[in-house]
C-alpha cells in the first residue's frame, strides 16, 4: 500500500473535484491518498509520502504562481520519487488540443519548470458562466465565441472526460 499525496491550485474549486475523483479511483486500488489545498498548505513536507500528483488549473492563460513556488521549493523531492502533474483548462475541450503533447498551456508550463514531471494529464474543465462576475463572465464569453464554444451566460458546461480522469488514476496508483 503506497501513500500518495494529490496537492491542487484552484480557483473555482472544478480542480478540486477532479482530484476526488482521482482520490476514488486510487483508493479503490487500496492506496491511502491524501488530498490537499496547496493555499491551505503549501509547506507540507513531501517526506512521508511515496508519491506526489499536482494539480493546477489556468486561468488567463497560466497555472497560478505558487504552483510554480510549490515545484521549486520541493523538486528534490519530486525528482526522488514517482509523481505526476495534470493541467485544467477549456483549451482541453478540444480533441486536438487534449493531450499532454497538444496542449498549449501544458507544453508553456513545462518550458517554465526544471522538474521534468514523467507523468502528465490534461483535462478539460468547467465552465459556470451564472457563477462568475460580470467581467470574467463576459470574457469567457467572448473566448468561447472567438473559439466556438458555448456563450450562453445562464450555461453549466463540464467538459471532462471522468473516463480520462479515471485512467490516470489507474496510472498513479501503478506507478
Ligand atoms: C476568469 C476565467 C479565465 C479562464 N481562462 C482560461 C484560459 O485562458 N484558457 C483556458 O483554456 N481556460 C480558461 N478558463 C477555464 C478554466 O480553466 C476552467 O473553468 C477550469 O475548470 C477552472 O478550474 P478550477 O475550477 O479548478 O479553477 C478560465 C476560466 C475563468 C473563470
Redesign the pocket.
Known sequence: MANILIT?????????T?CERLRQVIEDQQHSVVVSWMSDDPDIDLEPFDKVVIGA??????HQPQVFNFIRENQTALESKPSAFFS?????RKPEKNRPETNP?LQKFLTKISWEPKNLAVFA????YPS?GFV?RQ??RL?MWMTKGPTDPTSTIEFTDWDKVDEFGRKIASL
Open positions: 491542487y491550485s484552484t480557483t473555482d474549486g472544478h480542480t478540486r477532479i488549473s489556468i486561468r488567463y492563460g497560466k485544467v483548462n477549456v483549451v482541453a498551456y474543465g468547467r465552465i459556470d462568475y470574467d470574457m469567457i473566448i
